[in-house]
């Protein structure tokens, strides 16, 4: 069973950067799709970025033109890189990992990202 760990969070003041990093264990990381979801205090949860494990990357409109998913699958850990950040991006960040063949998904526990002055 894969288990997804979240790093990087914390507090940035609007227009910084922060970069999110998720580490699976799993040997097969590869078949993976991966993808970063957030949800905010009295929102449902939301898509913000997936990567296939072809490595095609999928955005949510919000987050074009500043955000960017990738993957390094010899270290098996997916990464968001967050640009010109905004105070509506403030919400728990989680990890999700979703199998090629079976679609079995998992979650990681998040990791809380605020933007504020």
Known sequence: QVQLV??????????????LSCAASTSIFSIYKMGWYRQAPGKQRELVATITSGGIPN?????????????????????????????EDTAVYYCNAVHDLTAVR????????????
């Open 6 to 19: 979240e790093s990087g969070g914390g507090l940035v003041q609007p227009g910084g950067s922060l970069r």
């Open 59 to 87: 955005y949510a409109d919000s987050v074009k033109g500043r955000f960017t998913i990738s993957r390094d699958n010899a270290k098996n850990t997916v990464y968001l890189q967050m640009n010109s950040l905004k105070p």
């Open 106 to 117: 998992r979650w990681g526990q998040g990791t809380q990202v605020t933007v504020s002055s």
